[in-house]
Every structure is written in C-alpha cells, then in structure tokens.
C-alpha cells in the first residue's frame, strides 16, 4: 500500500466526527459542579448512554477493543450523590453493518480526556464530591494501548469502518441524552 493511499486514522476521525463531538460537548458537562442536581443530571445521562453500549461491547467486542466498563462506576456515583436512579429504558446499541469496532474504541477511550478535565473541575467546584466515573484511571489505560493504533496510516476502506463505528457511538449517547432530557421534562 503506497503512502497515497492511506490516511492517518485519528485525524479521520476527528474531521468526520467533529460536528457530534460539538453538539455532544455541548450537552454533556453541568455549568458548574457545585450544582448537585446538574451533576447528578449528567451522571444520569452517562449512565443512560452507556448501558446499551456496554451490552454490546460485552456481547460482540473483540477484546482488544473493548473499553472498561464505567456504567457501573456510574450507579455507585449516583447512589454516593443521592442522586434519583433513572427510571426509563436502556437504549439498544448495535454497530451498523460495515463498522470497525476500532472507531467505537477511539469514541469511548478518547471520552476519558474530557473526563479528566471534569474531574479537575469537579475538585475545585465542589471538593468532596463523589466521582468514581471521572476519577477511574483504567481508560486513560485503555487509551494509551489504543493510541498505535488510531495513529497508524490506514486505507479508505478501513478508516470508513472505524469512522462508521464512530459515528454510531456519538449517536447512541446525542439520542441518549435527548432521551433523558425529554424525561426530565416531563418528570
């Protein structure tokens, strides 16, 4: 395979993701951490997204590419918050046909870096605070074993499947998290 004919796969992810990655950036962390309900809003919303995910990665990932689970690191957040479990359906989850699982481990692992930034912010808006979902040190793990890999040159074909994952995890959690929000409304 010449030079020509591959593409480094993250910045091709990126540029085809970019306009999710906005929107869902936009949705995802509370103004402030030291508003209890916004914070245990988001968990909600993370723990929502990720049921239906972790089920598929469970039952069809291959193992190399199968992110940490976090939903459960989620509830213990809500319940050490006394935040209100959420009461509606897990999404179903499923990778469309043609996707590479690689793109739906480049969403997932590269979520922990916003995490991280959260967590700082959760420390200095409201110290005390229980966080296990953003302190959780086993996907900034994953992320780095996975790094080689989205930064090697790929074909076409291939970074088309990753980014066909990849765009399918972004829309799992942006439907998730209208999901939600059109439960709290009506609560």
């Not at 929107?23 to 909600?44: H, I, K, N, Q």
């Not at 999404?91 to 793109?103: E, I, S, V």
Request: contains cysteine; hydrophobic residues 50%.
């Amino acid at each position: 395979m010449s030079h020509e004919q591959t593409v480094e796969l993250r910045g091709y992810l990126k540029a085809r993701t970019a306009g999710r990655h906005d929107v869902l950036d936009a949705l995802g962390a509370p103004e402030s951490f030291a508003d209890r309900g916004a914070y245990c809003d988001f968990l909600a919303r993370q723990f929502a997204a990720r049921l239906g995910l972790e089920h598929w990665v469970a039952l069809y990932c291959p193992a190399d590419l199968a992110p940490p689970p976090m939903a459960e690191l989620l509830a213990d957040d809500l319940a050490a918050n006394g935040c209100a479990f959420p009461h509606y359906p897990t999404r179903h989850f499923a990778l469309p046909a043609g996707a590479d699982p690689l793109g739906l481990a480049w969403v997932v692992a590269g979520s922990h870096l916003g995490n991280r930034a959260m967590l700082a912010r959760l420390r200095r808006e409201a110290p005390g605070t229980p966080a296990a979902f953003l302190a959780d040190e086993r996907m900034q793990a994953f992320w780095k074993a996975l790094r080689p890999r989205l930064e090697a040159q790929v074909s076409p074909a291939e970074a088309e499947g990753a980014a066909l994952a990849a765009e399918a995890v972004f829309d799992h959690f942006l439907a998730a998290f209208a999901a939600h929000a059109s439960e709290r409304i009506a609560a």
